[in-house]
């Protein structure tokens, strides 16, 4: 009987592997496949515009022995390792976007990074932002010199800039294909908005819609931000020295103690999330915990949020994140009419008695919330991230 043929894997026709990688179905698949050999690598771009897109991942704290970061899938209940040094615990997360995260450092430095490809793009820094009048490193504790929109100045050390100055920031486009994204950014102190083209060097402030300071996406080429009363500002920043803003009011008022907006296979919802809030004698703190979440869809024609009983088979993903909507047939395992959510808020919460975070998943049929007991107690936020390669 003659011996087996040994098969030289790495010497496969470039079209029979490149077939081959066009139909692999996971993200996880996809990297390994890339791991085999150079053939394999050069088969498989790493922008592989075939995959679907994957289940959002929850971001865990970093280890202070350890550069690697977890990444918890809640789907898989599969805990992911990546070593991503650059999300140190001396940077905050100011957002998450299309799979690249938004950090700021205490030195003015604002940038994205992928976790998966570490690939990091630079933004306009801290002190590039209009109201920022100065910034010298060497005042100690007033590096910052910020101006009010009442013309008052006042002073910002680099933590209080790094922590307080944004709220919020997302993405229009992926970096990687589209090399003039916008990013766009919730300030905090002031409720303003602000935006910058990729490539350019500061930053600019929307006036007009300053207060629409709650939530906002990027939706049918635009950017909308809501205010406290559901009330949205469109703003259109294609033009950048001709920016345009225009407002629907409501003719009803949305309570809740946050509002979210987001872009649900092409339907625009607002989700009011309701906080229980609590005072902590003593340790003189205000802490707060998610209670239940409302949902409305948008009605272009009577300009109203209508009220949803349900979701039916979407899921939803709030917090620091830009808000996403999933289907959860595409999902083997997920349940719709879902909301998963992360504590985004600037309060305190339970993890300053407790151990515990407001991080967990909202069944909007019945107002139970089942939380994930991966996440240890730490002082940085989780955040929700769409892991991509492109």
């Known amino acids: 009987m003659s011996e087996p043929t040994a098969v030289d894997w790495s010497d496969l026709p470039p079209e029979l592997i490149q077939t081959i990688a066009t139909n692999l179905q996971t ?231 946050m509002q979210y907006l987001v872009d649900a296979m092409g339907e625009l919802l607002l989700v009011s999330r309701y906080l229980d809030f609590e005072i902590d004698i003593e340790h003189y703190l205000e802490v707060c915990k998610t209670v239940k979440f409302r949902v409305f869809r948008f009605d272009w024609n009577a300009q109203i949020w209508e009220n949803m009983a349900s979701l039916d088979d979407k899921v939803l993903f709030l917090g620091t994140n830009s808000s996403l909507a999933l289907l959860s047939t595409d999902y083997t395992g997920c349940k719709g009419n879902r909301i998963y959510f992360t504590d985004d808020y600037s309060g305190a919460n339970y993890d300053s008695i407790a151990g515990d975070h407001d991080v967990g998943v909202y069944n909007l049929a019945n107002g139970t919330i089942e939380s994930f007991p991966c996440y240890p107690p730490n002082s940085h936020w989780p955040i929700w991230i769409t892991p991509s390669l492109c």
């Open 27 to 257: 993200l996880a698949d996809y990297i390994r496949f890339r791991a085999v050999c150079q053939n394999w690598r050069a088969a498989a771009p790493i922008i592989s515009r075939y995959l679907p897109r994957e289940f959002p991942w929850l971001m865990l704290p970093l280890s202070r022995s350890s550069n690697r970061r977890g990444f918890f899938n809640p789907l898989t209940n599969n805990l992911h390792r990546l070593t991503l040094p650059e999300a140190s615990l001396s940077r905050r997360r100011a957002g998450s976007s299309l799979g690249w995260l938004i950090l700021i450092d205490e030195s003015p430095s604002i940038f994205l990074i992928n976790p998966l490809t570490r690939d990091r793009i630079a933004l306009p820094p801290l002190s590039s932002f209009p109201n920022v009048t100065k910034f010298d490193f060497y005042s100690i504790g007033r590096e910052y010199t910020v101006r009010s929109p009442e013309n008052d100045l006042y002073y910002c050390n680099l933590k209080e800039m790094r922590d307080s100055f944004i709220k919020k920031v997302i993405l229009s486009h992926s970096p990687y294909g589209e090399s003039d994204f916008t990013a766009f950014a919730i300030l905090n102190r002031h409720e303003n908005l602000a935006y910058c083209k990729n490539g350019h060097d500061s930053w600019k402030i929307l006036d007009a819609a300053r207060s629409y300071s709650e939530d906002v996406i990027y939706f049918n080429g635009a950017f909308y931000a809501v205010n406290k009363f559901g009330c949205i500002a469109i703003c259109d920043v294609n033009d950048e020295d001709s920016p345009m803003v225009k407002f629907i009011n409501v003719r009803q008022q949305i309570d809740g103690d």
